[in-house]
């Protein structure tokens, strides 16, 4: 497998090895990887000649600086399963690289997609997220880059990005993945206490709970039970839970729409999110 850690190796590396030849897939990360970025990395290996995987601790799209230094950084561990997974390439680049000497975003404004939920809650993120995103799309040139619905709004944020400045890339949703019990994987649950992980169940819990409720009530007053029912749950502060139409992000009105829930908390201080389709159309 090989490792670069500049953009500009990237295309003497895809000429020497490769010969160009091949779609290139290509998987973003953030390191401290796990089951669901693994089944990202598989997909993109799986559907691409070429695949690519990054590990970039983006510091912008971080509100908080404690959780930028608290972040799960497992470089090694990380290497190790992508190698496993079959990935060709994996791209390590340093903040300065991407940023140079001026770590900054700029503001990205697409409506409901970006203003509200994460949007709301942590400002300054999705213009951090699309900033890194485009910088490392002109780093990779990929064909495919995949992403998990496990951040579902930042999924439709990159797919508007690349419409919107036609980039050329095919974006590929990926399903979200699940520990057994239910707990949606994510780097930041090494940082829960044995307690904390029990009590953050009651987050997925919840969501299995309102789409088997759907359609009782309207979507408005399912989510003000959500609201009640996870808040009254041991150890978990709500930030939000709303039920969207995952297409608009506005919120649902009826269950004619495709409606979707999406759920914010904090446990044991660490910030988890999660997401489920409550009905089609
Ligand atoms: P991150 O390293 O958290 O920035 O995530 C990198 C990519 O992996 C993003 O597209 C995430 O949506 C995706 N991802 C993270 N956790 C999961 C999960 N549990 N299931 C599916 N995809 C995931």
């Not at 600086?65 to 608290?70: G, K």
Request: net charge negative; proline share 4%.
């Amino acid at each position: 497998m090989l490792i670069f850690t500049r953009p500009e190796e990237w295309g003497a590396l895809r000429k020497s090895y490769f010969d160009h030849r091949g779609s290139v897939g290509y998987v973003p990360t953030m390191g401290a990887l796990h089951q669901g970025h693994q089944s990202l990395i598989e997909r993109a290996v799986k559907e691409n000649e070429i695949s690519v995987c990054s590990i970039f601790v983006n510091p912008t799209q971080f509100d908080k600086s404690a959780d930028l230094q608290n972040y799960p950084r497992t470089l090694h561990a990380d290497l190790t399963m992508a190698e496993e997974s079959g990935c060709d390439a994996v791209f390590v680049p340093e903040v300065k690289t991407m940023y140079g000497h001026a770590v900054v975003s700029g503001a990205a404004d697409y409506g409901a997609l970006t203003s509200t939920l994460e949007g709301a809650h942590r400002p300054g993120h999705f213009d951090g997220v699309v900033t890194i995103v485009r910088k490392l799309f002109a780093a990779v040139e990929p064909d495919r880059a995949y992403f998990g619905e496990k951040d579902f709004q930042q999924l439709a944020i990159i797919r508007e990005l690349v419409k919107r400045e036609s980039l050329g890339v095919d974006v590929v949703s990926c399903k979200l993945i699940r520990d057994v019990d239910g707990l949606a994987l994510s780097s930041r649950n090494v940082r829960l206490s044995p307690q904390g992980r029990m009590n953050a169940l009651a987050i997925s819990d919840t969501l299995r709970q309102l789409r088997l409720r759907s359609g009782e009530v309207s979507p408005e007053m399912l989510a003000k039970w959500g609201r009640r029912h996870l808040a009254q749950q041991k150890g978990i502060e709500l930030e939000y839970l709303e039920l969207i139409n995952e297409q608009t992000f506005d919120k649902a009105e009826s269950w004619d729409e495709p409606v979707r829930a999406l759920v914010a908390v904090c446990v044991d201080g660490v910030r988890l999110i999660d997401n489920m389709l409550m009905s089609t159309v």
